[in-house]
């Protein structure tokens, strides 16, 4: 079965650190997703691409987060520099077209788990 | 603003007891969707059911159900004969005016 592929699965860094993360959708997933979940909370949307085109950045801390989806498949996700605040799972979702938040029919990878020290 | 409220931070049972998750939510939007999620300890989210804001119905699958009250704005999960297997964090979430809101998720764990 198909999955979204992210790494590294444990980042662990001191803050002021760049950190980066990656992701590979679904083959044929145009639309993809980069979710922060913070212990005990739920998943909230940082940045959302149609293909190479951001969608949805408004929720992205745009002085120290940068993503990019150069050719419109896999996605990186950078921090610099890393805050203690940053502290989290980093998680990236994919969907295909006819779906999505509307539909609630996400793919999610098994997420990037962010220690900053 | 929406908002999605699951009171139950966790909560244990004993395996083959019948559990109910409780999901309250708050939307001006008349149309809207619901959905749940279950995050096993690998990571990932697996969506799990869908419901519009005009479909009251209740849905049945498996030992997996779920009640939707307008009224209450109240979207609870049950599982029946809970299995050791679905010991994970379940998640709500509403999808309204062009934005996906998770509940702060319950986790649920089965004794054996």
């Known amino acids: 079965e198909a999955e979204v592929a992210q790494s590294p699965r444990y980042k662990i860094t001191e803050k002021s650190q760049a950190v980066a993360f990656w992701c590979d959708p679904i083959?044929?997933?145009?639309?993809l997703y980069w979710y922060r979940q913070i212990l005990g909370q739920g998943p909230e949307l940082l940045v959302q691409?149609?293909?190479?085109?951001?969608?949805?950045d408004s929720q992205l801390p745009k002085d120290r987060f940068s993503a990019e989806r150069l050719k419109g498949v896999d996605s990186t996700l950078k921090i610099q520099p890393a805050e203690l605040g940053d502290s989290a799972m980093y998680l990236c979702?994919?969907?295909?077209?006819?779906?999505?938040?509307?539909?609630?029919?996400?793919?999610f990878g098994e997420g990037s788990r962010l220690t900053v020290l | 603003a929406q908002k999605v409220t699951q009171a139950q931070t966790e909560i244990s049972v004993v395996e083959k007891e019948d559990v109910t998750l409780d999901c309250v939510y708050e939307t001006r939007d008349t149309t809207y969707y619901l959905f749940w999620y279950k995050q096993p300890p690998s990571g990932e989210l697996v969506f799990l059911i869908r419901r519009n804001s005009f479909d009251e119905q209740n849905e049945i699958s498996g030992r997996y159900s779920w009640n939707f009250q307008k009224s209450t704005s109240s979207f609870n999960f049950t599982i029946t004969a809970s299995q050791v297997v679905d010991s994970a964090v379940y998640f709500c979430a509403l999808f309204g005016n062009e934005k996906l809101t998770f509940g702060t998720g319950t986790r649920l764990t089965i004794i054996p």
């Open positions: 691409f149609q293909d190479e085109s951001v969608v949805d």
């Open positions: 083959s044929g997933h145009a639309t």
């Open positions: 979702a994919s969907s295909q077209p006819g779906q999505g938040p509307n539909t609630g029919e996400l793919f």
